[in-house]
RNA sequence: CCGGGUGUGGCGAAGUUUGGUAUCGCGCUUGAAUGGGGUUCAAGAGGCCGCUAGUUCGAAUCUAGUCACUCGGACCA
């Protein structure tokens, strides 16, 4: 009875996968809904996850030479225009600001929806010399476009992210930047949100509005579907033509410079949930979670609980480990519960009996495996716990992945596999859009992107049989 | 934007077919006992039934309009 009662509050998975997300969202209180379609609440538990997300890319980006700056949100419809593929690519889904108080606005405003062309006015302004190469930019910030429907975390109107805008004087330059930095958010959810994933490059149809190319970094759900969870942008010297950005060489010659651009959103929260949530609801990373492990006091009233319990914390927090007690006047069942809800990797239960014999109870959120432990030991045991879960849940997800990953050498073939299994499914193409097309038509699937592992699947197409130029995964996207 | 569904205390629902002045569960408040998987008992507070107009002696219930949310589809660097 206890039991069922505690899994009523969250839809299982495996009734409703789209269900069992928002309520995993909602109850874990990662987020609410706001007044405005598509415009969502990060409460602080949700908000918490991304300020560590933020912390570590941050530190990442600063490491390889980049500086943080902030541009504003508006930008006048003159600017956006400039470059033709871009502003075709946005123009659907952009805001606009249309009066200023009382006023009309002689010239509309736009909410920015990314933010190349306000980079590029200003790099024209601060781009003279072959010495003001490179800059290395980022900017941490919210962004708005006007999407038909929206999700939690995976799609909103207003999301936050962050956006690096490079530019370099050789186009080798350039390139590297652009994959180093694809590899730095490969690193990271590998890493630190325990997310496998696959780097490769987006086909001319998939690929960013106004880049020459765009690398990302796809990732498999629970479900099986795909989330793209970062790309990485190469614009070569487009924009900069655009916008008349040059600068004098070192041979005096006038030079167009070479440019990236790179974000990551918090859609990935939304990736942490679908990849390691269960039943019980949320399961984080330990290295991203808010909190890592959680206190509970049983019988917080009976004599010296409450203080060693405190004491236990402290200590644990002197470990350099992010730890709540919960001291809240709710049963010990209810705060299981909720922290599990919650998603929180370790709980420690303490109570009278334990303290007798000088021991706890440990408890991991991922395999809710259970043991007895020795007060003098946590110092060390959960450090290495907190590492096990980590490990333990990147484990799991690569094994999704790998076993929901198939080859087929043909359209009919992929269709089926994805239809009676979902997954990633890889095959040979040609590289024609219409093979992409016909893919999307008749199997609901498209291109997630080429490997950069490329892997010898057989000669032709398996859309069009023609011959095959890259081996390319397909498969159903959020 | 196209089609389906839903709007009733904070949340989830019943009541709508056949009009008669709103019911239940959870949560909330107070008190007591409990505490190792959502603990129990008692006493309370809280709603002009999405909004507007109409029909009627009388509307949560019927009619028209409107708004919002939601599920599919289309769209979505």
Same mark, same amino acid.
């Given at each position: 009875?206890?039991?069922?009662?505690?899994?009523?509050?969250?839809?299982?998975?495996?009734?409703?996968?789209?269900?069992?997300?928002?309520?995993?969202?909602?109850?874990?209180?990662?987020?609410?809904?706001?007044?405005?379609?598509?415009?969502?609440?990060?409460?602080?538990?949700?908000?918490?996850?991304?300020?560590?997300?933020? #912390?570590?890319?941050?530190?990442?980006?600063?490491?390889?030479?980049?500086?943080?700056?902030?541009?504003?949100?508006?930008?006048?419809?003159?600017?956006?225009?400039?470059?033709?593929?871009?502003?075709?690519?946005?123009?659907?889904?952009?805001?606009?600001?249309?009066?200023?108080?009382?006023?009309?606005?002689?010239?509309? /405003?736009?909410? #920015?929806?990314? $933010?190349?062309?306000?980079?590029?006015?200003?790099?024209?302004?601060?781009?003279? $010399?072959?010495?003001?190469?490179?800059? @290395?930019?980022?900017?941490?910030?919210?962004?708005?476009?006007?999407?038909?429907?929206?999700?939690?975390?995976?799609?909103?109107?207003?999301?936050?992210?962050?956006?690096?805008?490079?530019?370099?004087?050789?186009?080798?330059?350039?390139? *590297?930047?652009?994959?180093?930095?694809?590899?730095?958010?490969?690193?990271?959810?590998?890493?630190?949100?325990?997310?496998?994933?696959?780097?490769?490059?987006?086909?001319?149809?998939?690929?960013?509005?106004?880049?020459?190319?765009?690398?990302?970094?796809?990732?498999?759900?629970?479900?099986?579907?795909?989330?793209?969870?970062?790309?990485?942008?190469?614009?070569?010297?487009?924009?900069?033509?655009?916008?008349?950005?040059?600068?004098?060489?070192?041979?005096?010659?006038?030079?167009?410079? !070479?440019?990236?651009?790179?974000?990551?959103?918090?859609?990935?929260?939304? %990736?942490?949930?679908?990849?390691?949530?269960?039943?019980?609801?949320?399961? &984080?990373?330990? *290295?991203?979670?808010?909190?890592?492990?959680?206190?509970?006091?049983?019988?917080?009233?009976?004599?010296?609980?409450?203080?060693?319990? #405190?004491?236990?914390?402290?200590?644990?927090?002197?470990? %350099?480990?992010?730890?709540?007690?919960?001291? $809240?006047?709710?049963?010990?069942?209810?705060?299981?519960?909720?922290?599990?809800?919650?998603?929180?990797?370790?709980?420690?239960? @303490? +109570?009278?009996?334990?303290?007798?014999?000088?021991?706890?109870?440990?408890?991991?959120?991922?395999?809710?495996?259970? #043991?007895?432990?020795?007060?003098?030991?946590?110092?060390?045991?959960?450090?290495?716990?907190?590492?096990?879960?980590?490990?333990?849940? !990147?484990?799991?997800?690569?094994?999704? /992945?790998?076993?929901?990953?198939?080859?087929?050498?043909?359209?009919?073939?992929?269709?089926?596999?994805?239809?009676?299994?979902? %997954?990633?499914?890889?095959?040979?193409?040609?590289?024609?859009?219409?093979?992409? &097309?016909?893919?999307?038509?008749?199997?609901?699937?498209?291109?997630?992107?080429?490997?950069?592992?490329?892997?010898?699947?057989?000669?032709?197409?398996?859309?069009? +049989?023609?011959?095959?130029?890259?081996?390319?995964?397909?498969?159903?996207?959020?």
């Amino acid at each position: 009875m206890a039991k069922d009662k505690k899994v009523e509050q969250i839809t299982d998975m495996e009734t409703d996968f789209a269900q069992w997300y928002t309520d995993v969202c909602k109850k874990a209180e990662l987020i609410d809904y706001s007044g405005v379609k598509g415009m969502f609440i990060y409460r602080p538990y949700g908000y918490a996850i991304w300020e560590n997300i933020q #912390r570590i890319l941050d530190a990442m980006f600063k490491e390889k030479g980049h500086e943080n700056l902030y541009m504003p949100m508006l930008i006048p419809e003159s600017l956006l225009q400039k470059e033709k593929d871009h502003v075709e690519g946005f123009a659907p889904e952009c805001a606009w600001v249309t009066v200023g108080g009382q006023d009309k606005l002689e010239e509309r /405003l736009c909410i #920015r929806p990314t $933010s190349e062309t306000l980079f590029c006015e200003h790099f024209r302004y601060i781009i003279h $010399s072959w010495r003001d190469l490179p800059k @290395l930019y980022n900017q941490w910030c919210s962004v708005l476009r006007w999407e038909k429907t929206s999700r939690p975390f995976l799609r909103h109107r207003e999301f936050l992210w962050q956006e690096g805008h490079t530019m370099h004087a050789s186009q080798e330059e350039a390139m *590297r930047e652009t994959e180093q930095q694809l590899d730095v958010y490969a690193d990271f959810c590998e890493n630190y949100l325990a997310m496998p994933v696959v780097r490769g490059q987006k086909t001319d149809k998939e690929k960013f509005s106004g880049a020459e190319r765009t690398y990302a970094i796809e990732c498999m759900m629970h479900d099986r579907k795909a989330l793209q969870a970062g790309t990485s942008h190469y614009f070569g010297d487009g924009f900069s033509r655009a916008f008349d950005i040059h600068y004098t060489d070192k041979n005096n010659q006038q030079s167009f410079p !070479f440019q990236t651009s790179w974000g990551l959103s918090t859609r990935l929260i939304g %990736g942490i949930i679908m990849t390691h949530g269960d039943n019980n609801g949320l399961v &984080l990373p330990p *290295r991203v979670a808010p909190t890592q492990l959680v206190v509970i006091p049983v019988a917080m009233h009976k004599e010296g609980v409450l203080d060693a319990a #405190r004491a236990v914390a402290n200590r644990l927090k002197d470990a %350099g480990i992010r730890v709540k007690i919960d001291e $809240s006047e709710q049963s010990p069942g209810w705060k299981f519960a909720e922290h599990e809800m919650k998603g929180v990797p370790l709980r420690l239960e @303490l +109570g009278p009996k334990d303290i007798e014999q000088a021991q706890c109870v440990l408890v991991r959120r991922d395999s809710g495996e259970k #043991r007895f432990v020795a007060l003098d030991e946590l110092e060390t045991l959960v450090p290495q716990l907190l590492e096990a879960v980590q490990q333990g849940l !990147f484990d799991k997800a690569k094994k999704n /992945l790998t076993d929901n990953t198939f080859p087929a050498q043909s359209l009919e073939e992929a269709k089926r596999l994805q239809e009676e299994n979902g %997954g990633f499914i890889k095959t040979m193409w040609c590289g024609e859009e219409a093979c992409e &097309l016909r893919m999307k038509e008749e199997a609901g699937m498209s291109s997630r992107c080429m490997p950069f592992a490329q892997e010898h699947l057989g000669e032709h197409c398996a859309i069009c +049989g023609k011959p095959a130029k890259k081996m390319i995964y397909w498969g159903v996207a959020y």
